[in-house]
C-alpha cells in the first residue's frame, strides 16, 4: 500500500513522517478527550450539540498540528457559568452530522443533553491512542484502528466495555439509540 501511494502521489514515505503524524494524531486525539472530558461534570458545562460541534468541526481542520492549542484554548466551558442541570443522555448508533442533528435538538429541547456520543465521531474516536513507539508503526495502527468499538463490526466486545465505562464516568441517565432508515 505505501508503494502504491508513493507511485499516486509521487512522493517519499519514510517512517519517520509516518512516526510524526502518528504523534500529531495522538496529540490531537487527546486535546479532544480533554475537552469531551469536560461533560462529566454535573451540571454539564455545555449543551450536546455545542460538544458535537467541537468534535465533528475538528474534523476539517487543516493545521493538525495547531488543532491542539486550539481546543485547549476553549477553557471558558470549564470554568464559565454552569447551565441548568438536564437529564445525562448518552446518544449511539448511527454518525450524528447534517440532519440526524435534529436528534440532538430535539433531545435539548425536552430536557436532556447529549453528555456523551458513543459513534463514529465521539468518545471512540478518542478513546484509544497509536503506541507511537511500538516496533512495527504500521502494525500499531491497525492494531488502534481494529480494536475501535465499531457497531458494524462483530464480535464486538470493545464496544460493550467503551459502553459500560462511558456509562458510568459520565453518570448517564438514559440512552438514546440513533438508526437511519
Do not use: W
Not at 501511494?5 to 487527546?30: C, D, K, M, S, Y
Not at 462483530?154 to 459502553?163: A, F, I, Q, V
Amino acid at each position: 500500500f505505501k508503494e502504491y501511494l508513493e507511485e499516486t502521489f509521487n512522493t517519499t514515505i519514510t517512517e519517520e513522517q509516518v512516526r510524526h503524524a502518528v504523534h500529531v494524531a495522538n496529540q490531537g486525539r487527546l486535546a479532544l478527550r480533554r475537552f469531551y472530558e469536560t461533560m462529566k461534570n454535573d451540571p454539564a458545562p455545555m449543551e450536546g450539540s455545542k460538544l458535537f460541534n467541537v468534535l465533528y468541526g475538528s474534523q476539517f481542520k487543516f493545521d493538525k498540528e495547531a488543532m491542539p492549542a486550539e481546543i485547549d484554548a476553549m477553557k471558558e466551558y470549564e470554568e464559565g457559568e454552569k447551565p441548568e442541570r438536564r437529564k445525562r443522555i448518552l446518544l449511539t448508533g448511527c454518525p450524528s452530522s447534517g440532519a440526524p442533528m435534529k436528534v440532538v435538538k430535539a433531545i435539548e429541547e425536552n430536557g436532556g443533553n447529549v453528555v456523551v456520543y458513543e459513534n463514529c465521531g465521539g468518545a471512540k474516536s478518542v478513546d484509544r491512542l497509536i503506541d507511537e513507539d511500538a516496533e512495527d508503526i504500521y502494525q500499531a495502527i491497525a492494531e488502534r484502528y481494529l480494536a475501535i468499538g465499531c457497531s458494524v463490526m462483530t464480535p464486538d466486545t470493545n464496544r460493550y466495555e467503551l459502553l459500560e465505562r462511558l456509562l458510568d464516568e459520565y453518570q448517564v441517565e438514559g440512552v438514546v439509540e440513533m438508526t437511519l432508515q
